[in-house]
């Protein structure tokens, strides 16, 4: 065993600063570092990728100025979920312990096109047990879960490649201790920091010389710990260099926890409050020997610094709608096999989605039909609306500015027996009834309105549900579900809703809504249902929940801003479970006067943020009942008006979608979809149809999609700064910025 001797409290009054002695000297004469690269360990994935874990990599512009960035490189690797990783040094070298005792190195290349993990070197060391890992580059801390810690020399930290000493074995006190307890430990230089209970604290390392006749090798010392900061909100902590901090909190709140904010040190003070959110993981700094601020005038950049692009135009906004839209009173669509024939001679009854909306429909009500229809020989049926709404029906429609929302709804059944169903929600602009009133503004809403709608070729499914299949969720079983691991983690996700989910797990990449008994039914010839049919409508729940209508984005010297109010122009997707499961796709309009100004102006510089408002939804059981009884009975999920929950906020902010900036994302847009706002000018949307946001709401386990159209009163907008540099690249995300770009990125 090695001596023991050595690692114990030591001088009575330790510096204050955070690295002491010549490093901190040394820094801010010589320094060029700005930007420290940044790991975060995300947690371990589902299905095929549970044994993995994820390492990302982020740059952490200027950490002690208050223009601090958190840049997404986008670079990704995976390692197995029963590996520990470590950093440190500011030499780009990433340290693995894995459970089958080796320790890797790997050199970070990314800077300069390579690979996140290149692998150095593999030593036979076997550190699985270690509760933590640590390092400074050169000496590396195993600390064990009962605070006994070994340390190690790393002969070449600028490689990863050099020999690995261990000068000191199995000692334990006060201070190794307490690092094995706290909340969170990490390396800077020559001091040892950690965060416990809101207070951090460090120890400075000493080095001692060898023991007696150099039997034994050099070894260290921790001094006396000294406190830091307290009051230190946070459950993660790291230094990306001297005299620098920077924290990580966690909320209940999916879309502000994982929030960073950034400090300087003695004394603790505030740097930037809101660097970034949405950071979920084990995080760690390759933190370097000093700091610096980088030029006030540098637009953040990840690598190389880029070249000025001439050739890139002054972004242009939208022209204006060539045309009002004609209102008309025909709606039509298409029903199809579940292998996408068509169908022909199917029974299509059309009814008027909202006409009850403030009625009791626990009991049961009868949604009004406004007439049926036949589908022709290529599956497709037209319906002309009566001339004249019924009251009921009037009056939903001018409460959604002009626009009705319809079901369509037939059903079948296979030659095998197998009972189907056609679902399809559709919107309408009538010509207003004679003598009806209408809300001013009518028009124009309902044209946006009219621009969301969606394709109606509907496919035919079965109809096997019952009620304990329709059951909601446990809160358990909830968070098992593809929308709520959106919802928690939306990058491992992804951005697309899916159009088949399961409300308490995540169903196959192969899952087949069509197997029904072992057989697939997707090509089965069917006979239509006939007789006079009605769909009576009986509710369940009532459900508010803040939904993403929007999202605005100003990297660096610019100020973001998101407006949405005077009337509500959103059209959001329903869900509908005929099998067991849920299908998402069609939409509902919601396009009501609420009287309300909400959203947010000038956040930023680095702010990206999406945008939500209070939607109620609504859980319905429908049966639809022909002349011969009960022919279908499904369940439905579906939003229907903007509601403020009592006491609620009239919107909120949304994820941190800061990920979608920056120049390497710039650099991959289409040259088309690119443009430049001047400095001290602006650029905003106020025409043409939004993106669709995917999974902007989840609930009981079910995610769907929603639509904001642009108008005067719902914008995105990016005010560029005034500093000398300050021309801001901009791309639309759909397409050129004058067109239709649905949402714009900044760099």
């Given at each position: 065993m090695?001596?023991?001797?050595v690692?114990?409290?030591?001088?009575?009054?330790?510096?204050?600063?955070?690295?002491?002695?010549?490093?901190?000297?040394?820094?801010d004469a010589?320094?060029?570092t700005?930007?420290?690269?940044?790991?975060?360990?995300e947690?371990a994935g589902?299905g095929?990728?549970?044994?993995?874990?994820?390492?990302?990599?982020?740059?952490?512009?200027?950490p002690?100025?208050?223009d601090?960035?958190?840049?997404?490189?986008?670079?990704t690797?995976?390692?197995?979920?029963?590996?520990?990783?470590?950093t440190?040094?500011?030499?780009?070298?990433?340290?693995e312990?894995?459970?089958g005792?080796?320790v890797k190195?790997?050199?970070d290349n990314?800077a300069?096109g390579?690979?996140?993990?290149?692998?150095v070197?593999t030593?036979?060391l076997?550190?699985?047990?270690?509760?933590?890992i640590?390092t400074?580059g050169t000496?590396i801390?195993?600390i064990?879960?009962?605070?006994a810690?070994d340390v190690y020399?790393?002969?070449?930290?600028?490689?990863?490649d050099?020999?690995l000493?261990?000068?000191m074995?199995?000692?334990?006190?006060?201070v190794?201790t307490s690092?094995?307890?706290?909340?969170d430990v990490?390396?800077?230089?020559?001091?040892v920091?950690w965060l416990?209970?809101?207070k951090?604290?460090?120890?400075?390392i000493?080095?001692?010389?060898?023991?007696?006749g150099s039997?034994?090798?050099?070894?260290?010392?921790?001094?006396?710990p000294t406190t830091?900061a307290?009051g230190?909100?946070a459950?993660?902590?790291w230094?990306?260099?001297?005299?620098s901090l920077?924290?990580q909190?966690v909320?209940?709140?999916?879309?502000?926890?994982?929030q960073?904010?950034?400090?300087?040190?003695?004394?603790?003070?505030t740097?930037?409050?809101d660097?970034?959110?949405?950071?979920v993981g084990?995080?760690?700094?390759?933190?370097?020997?000093?700091l610096?601020?980088?030029?006030?005038?540098?637009?953040?950049?990840f690598?190389?610094a880029p070249?000025?692009?001439?050739?890139v135009p002054?972004?242009?906004?939208?022209g204006?709608?060539?045309?009002?839209a004609?209102?008309?009173?025909?709606v039509?669509g298409?029903?199809t096999l579940?292998?996408?024939?068509p169908?022909?001679?199917?029974t299509?009854?059309v009814?008027a989605?909202?006409?009850t909306l403030?009625?009791?429909?626990s009991?049961?009500v009868?949604?009004?039909?406004?007439?049926t229809a036949t589908?022709?020989?290529d599956?497709t049926?037209?319906?002309?609306l009566?001339?004249k709404?019924?009251?009921?029906?009037q009056?939903?429609t001018?409460?959604?500015?002009?626009?009705l929302?319809?079901n369509?709804t037939t059903?079948?059944?296979?030659?095998?027996?197998?009972?189907?169903?056609g679902?399809?929600?559709?919107?309408?602009?009538?010509v207003?009834?004679?003598?009806?009133?209408?809300?001013v503004?009518?028009?124009?809403?309902?044209k946006a309105?009219?621009?969301t709608?969606d394709?109606?070729t509907v496919?035919?499914?079965?109809?096997?549900v019952?009620?304990?299949?329709?059951?909601d969720p446990?809160a358990e079983q909830?968070?098992?579900?593809?929308?709520?691991?959106?919802?928690a983690?939306?990058?491992?996700?992804?951005?697309e809703?899916p159009l088949?989910?399961?409300?308490?797990?995540?169903?196959?990449a192969?899952y087949?809504?069509?197997?029904?008994?072992?057989?697939?039914?997707?090509?089965?010839?069917?006979?239509?249902?006939?007789?006079d049919?009605q769909t009576?409508?009986?509710?369940?729940?009532r459900?508010i929940?803040?939904?993403?209508?929007?999202?605005?984005?100003a990297?660096?010297?610019a100020?973001?801003?998101?407006?949405?109010?005077s009337s509500?122009n959103?059209?959001v997707?329903l869900?509908?479970n005929?099998?067991?499961n849920?299908k998402?796709?069609?939409s509902?309009?919601l396009?009501n006067?609420f009287g309300?100004?909400?959203?947010y102006?000038?956040k930023?510089s680095?702010?990206?943020h999406?945008?939500?408002?209070?939607?109620?939804?609504?859980k319905y059981k429908?049966?639809y009942?022909?002349?011969?009884?009960v022919?279908s009975?499904?369940?439905?999920?579906?939003?229907?008006?903007y509601k403020?929950?009592?006491?609620?906020?009239?919107?909120?902010?949304?994820k941190?979608v800061s990920?979608?900036?920056?120049s390497?994302n710039?650099?991959?847009?289409?040259?088309r979809n690119?443009?430049k706002v001047?400095?001290?000018?602006?650029f905003?949307?106020?025409?043409?149809?939004?993106?669709k946001?995917g999974?902007?709401?989840?609930?009981?386990?079910?995610?769907?999609?929603?639509?904001?159209?642009?108008d005067?009163s719902h914008k995105q907008?990016?005010?560029?700064?005034?500093r000398?540099?300050?021309?801001?690249?901009i791309?639309g995300k759909?397409?050129?910025?004058?067109e239709?770009?649905g949402?714009?990125?900044s760099?």
């Amino acid at each position: 065993m090695l001596s023991t001797i050595v690692l114990t409290a030591g001088l009575a009054t330790a510096p204050q600063t955070l690295t002491p002695g010549h490093a901190a000297a040394a820094a801010d004469a010589t320094c060029t570092t700005f930007s420290v690269p940044t790991y975060v360990l995300e947690p371990a994935g589902s299905g095929t990728d549970a044994g993995k874990r994820v390492l990302h990599k982020y740059m952490e512009w200027g950490p002690r100025s208050a223009d601090t960035d958190l840049l997404d490189t986008q670079f990704t690797a995976s390692l197995p979920a029963t590996s520990k990783v470590f950093t440190g040094g500011g030499n780009g070298i990433v340290y693995e312990a894995t459970s089958g005792g080796q320790v890797k190195t790997y050199k970070d290349n990314t800077a300069t096109g390579g690979s996140l993990l290149t692998p150095v070197k593999t030593y036979s060391l076997n550190w699985s047990a270690a509760k933590r890992i640590l390092t400074n580059g050169t000496r590396i801390l195993v600390i064990g879960s009962d605070g006994a810690i070994d340390v190690y020399n790393q002969s070449s930290p600028a490689t990863g490649d050099g020999t690995l000493t261990k000068i000191m074995d199995d000692v334990k006190t006060s201070v190794t201790t307490s690092l094995a307890a706290a909340d969170d430990v990490w390396m800077v230089n020559s001091a040892v920091q950690w965060l416990t209970g809101g207070k951090v604290q460090q120890s400075i390392i000493s080095n001692l010389p060898p023991g007696i006749g150099s039997i034994t090798p050099p070894g260290i010392r921790l001094e006396t710990p000294t406190t830091v900061a307290t009051g230190v909100d946070a459950a993660q902590a790291w230094a990306p260099g001297p005299n620098s901090l920077s924290t990580q909190a966690v909320t209940d709140d999916p879309d502000t926890t994982g929030q960073v904010r950034s400090y300087t040190t003695g004394p603790l003070t505030t740097a930037d409050d809101d660097v970034r959110s949405g950071i979920v993981g084990d995080i760690m700094a390759d933190a370097g020997p000093c700091l610096t601020d980088p030029d006030p005038e540098t637009v953040p950049y990840f690598g190389t610094a880029p070249a000025d692009d001439t050739d890139v135009p002054t972004a242009q906004q939208p022209g204006e709608d060539s045309s009002p839209a004609a209102p008309s009173n025909t709606v039509s669509g298409k029903f199809t096999l579940g292998n996408g024939q068509p169908v022909q001679g199917l029974t299509v009854t059309v009814t008027a989605a909202d006409a009850t909306l403030d009625s009791d429909s626990s009991a049961g009500v009868n949604e009004p039909v406004l007439g049926t229809a036949t589908t022709a020989a290529d599956g497709t049926w037209t319906l002309d609306l009566p001339a004249k709404l019924p009251a009921g029906v009037q009056q939903a429609t001018n409460d959604n500015g002009g626009a009705l929302n319809l079901n369509a709804t037939t059903a079948a059944t296979t030659t095998s027996g197998v009972p189907v169903l056609g679902v399809d929600a559709l919107m309408a602009v009538p010509v207003p009834s004679q003598g009806a009133s209408l809300t001013v503004g009518t028009a124009a809403d309902a044209k946006a309105a009219e621009a969301t709608d969606d394709d109606h070729t509907v496919p035919l499914v079965p109809d096997t549900v019952d009620d304990a299949a329709a059951k909601d969720p446990s809160a358990e079983q909830e968070q098992q579900s593809l929308a709520a691991k959106a919802e928690a983690e939306p990058r491992a996700v992804g951005e697309e809703t899916p159009l088949w989910q399961s409300d308490h797990s995540v169903l196959p990449a192969d899952y087949n809504p069509y197997a029904v008994g072992g057989k697939d039914v997707s090509a089965e010839a069917v006979t239509p249902r006939a007789g006079d049919c009605q769909t009576v409508t009986y509710e369940q729940w009532r459900k508010i929940r803040y939904t993403v209508v929007g999202e605005a984005h100003a990297n660096w010297d610019a100020k973001a801003s998101f407006q949405y109010d005077s009337s509500m122009n959103s059209s959001v997707e329903l869900a509908i479970n005929s099998n067991g499961n849920w299908k998402a796709g069609a939409s509902r309009n919601l396009s009501n006067e609420f009287g309300l100004s909400t959203g947010y102006t000038n956040k930023g510089s680095y702010y990206a943020h999406q945008y939500k408002v209070p939607i109620e939804y609504r859980k319905y059981k429908k049966q639809y009942i022909c002349t011969m009884g009960v022919k279908s009975t499904w369940y439905t999920v579906e939003p229907k008006r903007y509601k403020l929950p009592a006491g609620g906020s009239v919107g909120k902010i949304g994820k941190d979608v800061s990920a979608k900036d920056s120049s390497r994302n710039y650099n991959r847009a289409p040259k088309r979809n690119r443009g430049k706002v001047e400095r001290g000018t602006f650029f905003e949307l106020t025409r043409k149809k939004s993106t669709k946001f995917g999974n902007a709401v989840s609930l009981v386990g079910i995610g769907l999609s929603a639509t904001t159209s642009y108008d005067n009163s719902h914008k995105q907008k990016i005010t560029a700064g005034t500093r000398r540099n300050a021309t801001h690249l901009i791309w639309g995300k759909n397409g050129p910025l004058d067109e239709n770009p649905g949402v714009f990125y900044s760099n």
